[in-house]
């Protein structure tokens, strides 16, 4: 589709909307909002190492939900790996994602 997963430009990263998929881009753990959140979370960690940052950086987050019902799973995930960074995060509800079974999609911004 000719994009990236993370961007760094200066000190500033973005890391393009992720959904929880394997490495053969199946949805991992279909309809549980709280695992494909970590796994999610999980992916942009990697990218952002990629880009020489780390969650640490992180300074917002933005989560899709395709049932806003999911909002205390998808915020304990997002808890267990921000509670220290505490960024700026926007939780919305959407219509569908990318994948048919994909119940959160994941973008972050990171200042390095």
């Known amino acids: 589709m000719g994009y990236s997963r993370a961007i760094r430009a200066g000190d500033t990263v973005r890391v ?6 394997d ?8 309809g549980d909002p ?11 960690a990697d990218a952002l190492d990629e880009v020489g940052a780390s969650v640490d950086d992180v300074v917002r987050t933005r989560m899709y ?10 915020g ?14 926007t939780m919305v509800e959407v219509s569908g994602l990318a994948a048919e079974d994909a ?3 994941v ?3 990171a200042v390095v």
Do not use: K, S, W
């Open 23 to 30: 490495d053969e881009g199946a949805v991992v753990a279909p």
């Open 103 to 105: 119940v959160v999609e």
């Open 107 to 109: 973008e972050i911004e």
């Open 16 to 21: 393009a909307g992720t959904i929880a998929t």
């Open 65 to 74: 939900v395709t049932d806003i019902e999911d909002m205390d799973a998808v």
């Open 76 to 89: 304990r995930a997002h808890g267990e790996v921000f509670a220290d960074v505490r960024p700026a995060a």
């Open 34 to 44: 709280y695992d494909q959140t970590r796994h999610a979370l999980d992916i942009v």
